[in-house]
């Protein structure tokens, strides 16, 4: 019996771990509490093969259904809208300064040249991928204005669709942001100042990607800490909203 259970248990755990994490979620919590779910998985091979295999196993398998969530897609598309926007300003760089290379005239700004109808190969081939460019920074755009309230209806609600999902693309996940507190969700996107501010001694910053919102953008220099402080502690609440919801659905 103790053989086959040795044998066994790894299979078992392999199996019907990942099938309960994303059919129920909850069930693998303990007194309201989510546990990092891979622990689970790393419990049998411990037990059986030693702590090395078990943390291993549950590592590496952790990272793989981790990536299979929801907020992980709009995470991608949201990183994929920001390679779009980068792309057009390299290409519109480009095309600007080329045709005023190529024709001798002064540089034009990127409307008035695509405006133009004469352009010549490759520069007109350049403009088409520019305007694709531009239908695929649409398409992106609204998917995300299309799922994201599905996922984070709390957020969405408090900040917008785009401003979300770049926010929990800072946190790496819905699960990890919702665990952050305010004070950390306030500089999320402003490490390479806080890191400055930590190794040089240089002024700290006050706000990182929230700072995009509105109100912090129209709030008055010397409030838009107290500003963006304030929108973190409704972020941190908002984030835990849509966490524990999504694990009650």
Known sequence: MNKFFKKKLPLIFFIFVPIIFLWHP????????????????????????????GLIFGLFLGLILDSLTLDKH????????????????????????????TTGESRVVIDDLLSKKSLQPPLSNLKQTY??????????????DEEAPKIFPAMVELLDSQLTVRL????????????????????LGAEKALFRHISDGS???????????????????????????????????????????????
């Open 26 to 53: 909850n069930w693998l919590g303990f007194l309201g509490v989510q546990p990092y779910w891979p622990l689970y998985w790393l419990l049998p091979w411990s037990m059986i093969n030693g702590s090395i295999n």
């Open 74 to 101: 709009l995470i991608q598309t949201i990183q994929a809208l920001d390679d779009a926007h980068t792309s057009l300003n390299l290409i519109s760089e480009r095309l600007c300064t080329w045709h005023a290379h």
């Open 131 to 144: 305007l694709q460019v531009q239908d695929l920074i649409e398409i992106l755009s609204n998917h995300i």
């Open 168 to 187: 929990v693309s800072c946190a790496g996940s819905l699960a990890k942001l919702a665990r952050l507190p305010s004070s950390t969700i306030q500089l």
């Open 203 to 249: 002024l700290p910053p006050k706000h990182g990607i929230l700072y995009q919102h509105p109100s912090v953008k129209s709030s008055q220099r010397k409030n838009k800490g107290r500003v963006t402080r304030s929108l973190a502690s409704k972020v941190a609440i908002a984030a835990k909203i849509d966490y524990y919801r999504e694990k009650d659905e």
